[in-house]
């Protein structure tokens, strides 16, 4: 069965601070996408990055960056110089090879204060 | 390009009651998903549709069942509403090969669902 756990429940960081959201994630699958998704309080969950098994390249977006480590299972998060806006729930989820049965961690909420 | 759109807002039921929530997929994706989230969370995977057809459901009951349509909108319907039924029901959209790579999926703004 596919798992992910998220440890943080809750973290807070003062604005232009750095943040981590860690995420691991237990599957038998050869062959999974992970996946970052925030919810802002809007409640609209918001597609961030995808991430194939294959590729255990780290990638930059912005104040984004993912660090997807397989011999640890784990694909974690970092927003560098956060801001205000960046508060919001953040889920890290799992997906075999035939899009179905995704499986979502149970979020992160990251609060940024000014 | 149109978005994931999902109607109602909100809906409250009564238990015992059948309800029914919809989605429009966002303009050429052909796969839909339907997730429950619970307060506090993270979404609940129910079932998935592909081409009109199911592609893999969750551990939900068969009282949570279907539909989508040739345009790829969707369904939700659940029938004998349970007081645990209450949650935001989240639909979300991809393109997609039926056997091939999940891509990443699109989500709406969720149906509210109270059940009273």
């Known amino acids: 069965a596919q798992k992910v756990t998220q440890a943080q429940t809750e973290i807070s960081v003062v604005e232009k601070e750095d943040v981590t959201l860690d995420c691991v994630y237990e599957t038998r699958d050869t062959t999974y996408y992970l996946f970052w998704y925030k919810q802002p309080p809007s409640g609209e969950l918001v597609f961030l990055i995808r991430?194939?098994?294959?590729?255990?390249q780290n990638e930059i977006s912005g104040r984004y960056s993912w660090n997807f480590q397989k011999s640890t299972s784990s694909f974690n998060f970092t927003i560098t110089a956060s801001q205000v806006v960046d508060s919001a729930v953040y889920f890290c989820a799992l997906s075999g090879n035939y899009g179905q049965n995704f499986v979502f961690g149970p979020g992160t909420r990251l609060s940024v204060l000014p | 390009e149109t978005g994931v759109t999902q109607s109602p807002t909100h809906l409250i039921k009564t238990r015992g009651q059948q309800v029914t929530l919809r989605c429009s997929s966002q303009s050429g994706h052909n796969t839909v998903s339907w997730y429950q989230q619970a307060l506090g969370q993270g979404p609940q995977f129910i079932f998935q549709y592909y081409r009109e057809e199911e592609n893999g459901r969750g551990n939900f009951p068969p009282r949570f069942s279907g539909l989508q349509f040739p345009n790829y909108s969707s369904e939700l319907n659940v029938n004998a509403l349970e007081l645990d039924d209450s949650a935001l029901y989240l639909c979300?959209?991809?393109?997609?090969?039926?056997?091939?790579?999940?891509?990443?999926?699109?989500f709406g703004p969720g149906t509210r669902l109270t059940v009273t």
């Open positions: 979300a959209s991809s393109w997609g090969l039926a056997g091939g790579p999940s891509y990443e999926q699109y």
């Open positions: 991430r194939n098994s294959f590729d255990e």
